[in-house]
C-alpha cells in the first residue's frame, strides 16, 4: 500500500468506529472508544514514521554523520 492509500484507510477505519461508538447501546460504547483511540494512535505513528525519509534508525555516529553532513 502506498502512504495516501494506507492513511485514508485508516482514517476511514476511525469514521465507521467513531461512527459505531455513538449508534451502540451504552454498555457496548465504551469498547467502541477504545477501539478507535487505539486506531487513531496507530493513524498518528503512521504520520510520525512511515515514510521514505521519515525515520532513519543508523545506530553508529559515524554513518549517520556522512550521510547528513556534508561540510566533512
Known sequence: MSDKSRRSFLLGI???LIFCSFATFEPYRY???F???????MLI??????GPDKFIYDPFYSNWEK???KDL
Open 67 to 69: 550521510t547528513h553532513i
Open 31 to 33: 469498547m467502541w472508544i
Open 45 to 50: 505513528i503512521d504520520i510520525m514514521f512511515f
Open 14 to 16: 476511525i469514521i465507521i
Open 35 to 41: 477501539l478507535s483511540i487505539c486506531v487513531s494512535v
